[in-house]
């Protein structure tokens, strides 16, 4: 029995000692595969800029592609050439306005504002009130302007009091420039008529009228 019992631990404890160490294998095993993985990394990277958007207007009379560009983006801006210090009933005037993109500006396009009108007297002595316009694009600037099938801007319909802007719907494109070039001209001529039968309060009476052209970029 002794020798029986003798044998039994001995092969007892070698068990143990395989299962140990064949735990240990496996630890060892596991250890490998993490010690033996390989890492690799990519990257990628934008680059962003914002376009420019920059215009400036020409009031030459008549209109000169060489004449003053200025940028006019202040109140009052640029003085309209209409030669109306001393208008009668019946005087009509007119005055060209010219608006385009600055080299390396997008395209966009404009829009013609209701003015702000002060006059020195009120009521029937009023000339801002009494005034009636309206406005085409055209590449000229005189009666024949409004002649035939203008693109107008204002008044298709007849002249307007100076409460009224741009009517609804109408497009003023302005093209693109190049990187060296200012872009093509939009080219505006307003007409003012003090109409027949106008109050006789209005005589000396004087009055300004001030309009915003708003240009916005297509991109």
Same mark, same amino acid.
Request: charged share 10%.
């Given at each position: 029995?002794?020798?029986?019992?003798?044998?039994?631990?001995?092969?007892?404890?070698?068990?143990?000692?395989?299962?140990? #160490?064949?735990?240990? /294998?496996? %630890?060892? %095993?596991?250890?490998?595969?993490? #010690?033996?993985?390989?890492?690799?990394?990519?990257?990628?990277?934008?680059?962003?800029?914002?376009?420019?958007?920059?215009?400036?207007?020409?009031?030459?009379?008549?209109?000169?592609?060489?004449?003053?560009?200025? $940028?006019?983006?202040?109140? $009052?801006?640029?003085?309209?050439?209409? &030669?109306?210090?001393?208008?009668?009933?019946?005087?009509v005037v007119y005055a060209p306005f010219a608006i385009r993109t600055k080299a390396t500006s997008v395209a966009g396009e404009v829009v013609l504002g209701v003015p702000v009108v002060t006059s020195s007297g009120i009521g029937t002595a009023d000339l801002g009130a009494a005034l009636r316009y309206r406005v085409v694009r055209s590449a000229t600037c005189?009666?024949?302007?409004?002649?035939?099938?203008?693109?107008?801007?204002?008044?298709?319909?007849?002249?307007? $009091?100076?409460?009224?802007?741009?009517?609804?719907?109408?497009? &003023?494109? %302005?093209?693109?420039?190049?990187?060296?070039?200012?872009?093509? $001209?939009?080219?505006?001529?307003?007409?003012? !008529? %003090?109409?027949?039968?106008?109050? &006789?309060? /209005?005589?000396?009476?004087?009055?300004?009228?001030?309009?915003?052209? !708003?240009?916005?970029?297509?991109?």
């Open positions: 029995m002794g020798r029986r019992q003798a044998k039994t631990k001995h092969g007892a404890a070698l068990l143990r000692i395989r299962a140990i #160490l064949a735990g240990a /294998l496996v %630890l060892g %095993l596991g250890s490998t595969v993490t #010690l033996a993985s390989w890492t690799d990394s990519d990257f990628a990277a934008g680059s962003f800029g914002a376009s420019v958007f920059v215009t400036e207007s020409n009031v030459t009379k008549p209109y000169d592609a060489q004449g003053t560009w200025s $940028p006019n983006d202040a109140s $009052p801006g640029a003085a309209l050439v209409f &030669n109306a210090v001393s208008m009668s009933p019946g005087t005189a009666a024949s302007a409004f002649t035939g099938t203008p693109a107008f801007v204002v008044g298709s319909d007849g002249a307007k $009091p100076f409460t009224s802007g741009q009517a609804a719907g109408i497009v &003023n494109p %302005l093209a693109a420039a190049t990187a060296t070039l200012p872009g093509a $001209p939009t080219q505006f001529c307003f007409e003012v !008529t %003090l109409p027949v039968g106008a109050n &006789n309060a /209005l005589q000396g009476q004087t009055a300004t009228a001030t309009w915003q052209f !708003t240009a916005t970029s297509s991109t």
